[in-house]
């Protein structure tokens, strides 16, 4: 049976692994910058985690400000500059910028990257911690987690030291991100920011045991643990020892190493990591072929991911699972395969995927990849944590069953996408509870507040009903089933063409400044004239 695509003719030859997209020149980013609307209730600033104050931030470098817009990214997200490079935009801010539905979302990802690069490429401090309080804080697990959460208990004045079990700080930021998307020496930045907070870093001490965990306890005020996960977990077929790890072989390509693919490749698996393990074969020279048991609908892998395997020359074999790795001498000859199809959807939701008798077949190559997720972390169970479907269970504060003893990221992440911008976002939810637990109050933003001036405009209200305020109200706001045409309403015909005005809802003026207004319908619908006074710089 044949891939569901064809394969280019000819494997390219190596190209060197950069970052894919160059970094932004200052007249780049100035165009760039000012090409923002700076909606005053900017739906960017919502759909990101972290909350960063995007339309700020922007609007600084629009101003020549690089200094001040990075401070105004790094308050809110200390990893800046890895979230810049990582972080699905398309799914997020730029996915939520109101210039998308009919134009190009500004480059929100690069205008960051440019940004914090500035001040970390030449060593600028902004930060400077509060007086010592004298309390200790142990963080076991130096990823996106644990950064986040060391750097704001640093800032607040805890003595804080950061346990990392490998040679280099940064985990999944240094080890397991593909060059393409970060080099290494971006995540040793954050590191080293880090560090000049204050904060000790010790490399290559790891948490095994209980006892180790009540010795910290004994010495610490409070414990987080961001053990992130495990290794790619086993599949159980036959010859599976000749099957190399994807993050391994990621982990390879970032420290220089030989990565073992050759000249045939089959990558196991349809998410992130299994496009990023792809993507190194692929530009080791190798035909690289993607087999998953589901059709391209059940993807795990975020859609702009997919396209992009695809314009790199990476091929698609869907409804395929391997069921042996065929070797000889040693050396991988090829993956037996079996076609499957699609039954009742399972406990996520999915279809479920059932072998169809007698469709085995053979793709010959001589490297197998397996990215199939990872493993939950077995360490949880050896501290005795209670857990939740083998993530660490916390409550809502990010406390674990154990008194003073915290967790965030990956490792607790049984509900929702694992991804490098919540785990930053865990960080700052573990600080700021830890915070409170010492009797002291948090000045870690988690969540911003929206501007009232917009929830409480008549033309809002009557757009949309007044702003859930309810225990039990879950929805960002009520949306009613008819009413009126109003201002939100309205619309642009050029050429037969219709097109709705996207721009109001978020760039709304003050009341005060409607009432200013002889005609308050016209101002409501011109977006920039209420950022100059909505926003100041």
């Given at each position: 049976?044949?891939?569901?695509?064809?394969?280019?003719?000819?494997?390219?030859?190596?190209?060197?692994?950069?970052?894919?997209?160059?970094?932004?020149?200052?007249?780049?980013?100035?165009?760039?910058?000012?090409?923002?609307?700076?909606?005053?209730?900017?739906?960017?600033?919502?759909?990101?985690?972290?909350?960063?104050?995007?339309?700020?931030?922007?609007?600084?470098?629009?101003?020549?400000?690089?200094?001040?817009?990075?401070?105004?990214?790094?308050?809110?997200?200390?990893?800046?500059?890895?979230?810049?490079?990582?972080?699905?935009?398309?799914?997020?801010?730029?996915?939520?910028?109101?210039?998308?539905?009919?134009?190009?979302?500004?480059?929100?990802?690069?205008?960051?990257?440019?940004?914090?690069?500035?001040?970390?490429?030449?060593?600028?401090?902004?930060?400077?911690?509060?007086?010592?309080?004298?309390?200790?804080?142990?963080?076991?697990?130096?990823?996106?987690?644990?950064?986040?959460?060391?750097?704001?208990?640093?800032?607040?004045?805890?003595?804080?030291?950061?346990?990392?079990?490998?040679?280099?700080?940064?985990?999944?930021?240094?080890?397991?991100?593909?060059?393409?998307?970060?080099?290494?020496?971006?995540?040793?930045?954050?590191?080293?920011?880090?560090?000049?907070?204050?904060?000790?870093?010790?490399?290559?001490?790891?948490?095994?045991?209980?006892?180790?965990?009540?010795?910290?306890?004994?010495?610490?005020?409070?414990?987080?643990?961001?053990?992130?996960?495990?290794?790619?977990?086993?599949?159980?077929?036959?010859?599976?020892?000749?099957?190399?790890?994807?993050?391994?072989?990621?982990?390879?390509?970032?420290?220089?190493?030989?990565?073992?693919?050759?000249?045939?490749?089959?990558?196991?698996?349809?998410?992130?990591?299994?496009?990023?393990?792809?993507?190194?074969?692929?530009?080791?020279?190798?035909?690289?072929?993607?087999?998953?048991?589901?059709?391209?609908?059940?993807?795990?892998?975020?859609?702009?991911?997919?396209?992009?395997?695809?314009?790199?020359?990476?091929?698609?074999?869907?409804?395929?699972?391997?069921?042996?790795?065929?070797?000889?001498?040693?050396?991988?000859?090829?993956?037996?395969?079996?076609?499957?199809?699609?039954?009742?959807?399972?406990?996520?939701?999915?279809?479920?995927?059932?072998?169809?008798?007698?469709?085995?077949?053979?793709?010959?190559?001589?490297?197998?990849i397996s990215a199939i997720g990872q493993e939950k972390p077995a360490l949880a169970a050896t501290l005795g944590l209670d857990l939740d479907g083998g993530?660490?269970?916390?409550?809502?504060?990010?406390?674990?069953?154990?008194?003073?003893?915290?967790?965030?990221?990956?490792?607790?992440?049984?509900?929702?996408?694992?991804?490098?911008?919540?785990?930053?976002?865990?960080?700052?939810?573990?600080?700021?509870?830890?915070?409170?637990?010492?009797?002291?109050?948090?000045?870690?933003?988690?969540?911003?507040?929206?501007?009232?001036?917009?929830?409480?405009?008549?033309?809002?209200?009557?757009?949309?009903?007044?702003?859930?305020?309810?225990?039990?109200?879950?929805?960002?706001?009520?949306?009613?089933?008819?009413?009126?045409?109003?201002?939100?309403?309205?619309?642009?015909?050029?050429?037969?063409?219709?097109?709705?005005?996207?721009?109001?809802?978020?760039?709304?003026?003050?009341?005060?400044?409607?009432?200013?207004?002889?005609?308050?319908?016209?101002?409501?619908?011109?977006?920039?004239?209420?950022?100059?006074?909505?926003?100041?710089?």
């Amino acid at each position: 049976m044949e891939p569901t695509r064809p394969a280019p003719p000819a494997a390219p030859s190596p190209q060197p692994f950069q970052e894919l997209l160059p970094p932004m020149t200052a007249h780049e980013a100035s165009v760039e910058a000012n090409r923002c609307l700076y909606c005053y209730d900017a739906p960017c600033l919502q759909a990101c985690p972290t909350h960063i104050d995007i339309p700020t931030f922007i609007r600084k470098i629009a101003t020549g400000n690089l200094r001040g817009s990075a401070r105004t990214i790094l308050e809110s997200n200390f990893l800046g500059g890895t979230c810049a490079r990582v972080c699905p935009v398309q799914e997020l801010c730029e996915g939520a910028c109101v210039l998308g539905p009919d134009h190009t979302p500004i480059q929100i990802g690069r205008l960051q990257r440019h940004a914090v690069d500035h001040v970390q490429e030449r060593g600028i401090q902004l930060f400077t911690p509060a007086p010592a309080t004298g309390r200790r804080v142990a963080v076991v697990g130096s990823g996106p987690a644990g950064i986040s959460a060391s750097a704001e208990l640093a800032k607040a004045g805890h003595d804080v030291t950061l346990y990392e079990k490998r040679e280099l700080g940064g985990g999944l930021s240094t080890y397991g991100i593909i060059v393409l998307r970060e080099p290494v020496e971006v995540a040793l930045r954050e590191v080293q920011a880090v560090r000049d907070l204050g904060v000790t870093v010790v490399t290559g001490h790891e948490l095994t045991t209980r006892p180790d965990l009540d010795d910290l306890l004994t010495t610490n005020d409070a414990v987080i643990l961001a053990l992130g996960l495990g290794a790619v977990p086993a599949i159980g077929i036959p010859g599976e020892d000749h099957i190399l790890d994807g993050l391994s072989v990621i982990e390879a390509s970032k420290m220089e190493q030989p990565t073992g693919v050759g000249t045939r490749a089959v990558i196991i698996g349809a998410g992130n990591t299994a496009v990023d393990a792809a993507t190194i074969a692929r530009r080791s020279g190798a035909d690289t072929l993607m087999v998953y048991r589901r059709t391209e609908r059940e993807m795990t892998a975020y859609h702009h991911e997919y396209l992009f395997a695809l314009s790199e020359g990476i091929t698609f074999s869907f409804l395929t699972q391997p069921v042996e790795v065929l070797h000889e001498g040693g050396q991988v000859t090829g993956l037996r395969c079996v076609r499957m199809g699609l039954g009742a959807p399972d406990a996520s939701g999915r279809a479920r995927p059932e072998p169809i008798p007698g469709s085995d077949f053979v793709i010959p190559c001589d490297t197998v990849i397996s990215a199939i997720g990872q493993e939950k972390p077995a360490l949880a169970a050896t501290l005795g944590l209670d857990l939740d479907g083998g993530y660490i269970r916390v409550d809502d504060t990010l406390q674990t069953s154990l008194p003073r003893v915290y967790a965030a990221g990956d490792c607790v992440r049984a509900r929702g996408n694992a991804s490098t911008v919540m785990a930053v976002q865990d960080g700052k939810i573990a600080a700021a509870s830890i915070e409170r637990a010492l009797g002291r109050t948090p000045h870690v933003t988690l969540k911003p507040t929206p501007p009232a001036e917009v929830r409480e405009h008549p033309l809002y209200i009557e757009a949309h009903g007044p702003v859930p305020t309810g225990p039990n109200q879950t929805a960002p706001w009520p949306t009613r089933p008819s009413r009126r045409p109003t201002m939100a309403d309205l619309s642009i015909d050029f050429a037969g063409i219709r097109s709705p005005n996207p721009f109001w809802l978020a760039s709304a003026p003050p009341p005060t400044a409607a009432r200013r207004s002889t005609a308050p319908s016209s101002t409501a619908g011109a977006a920039p004239s209420g950022r100059p006074s909505a926003r100041p710089c």
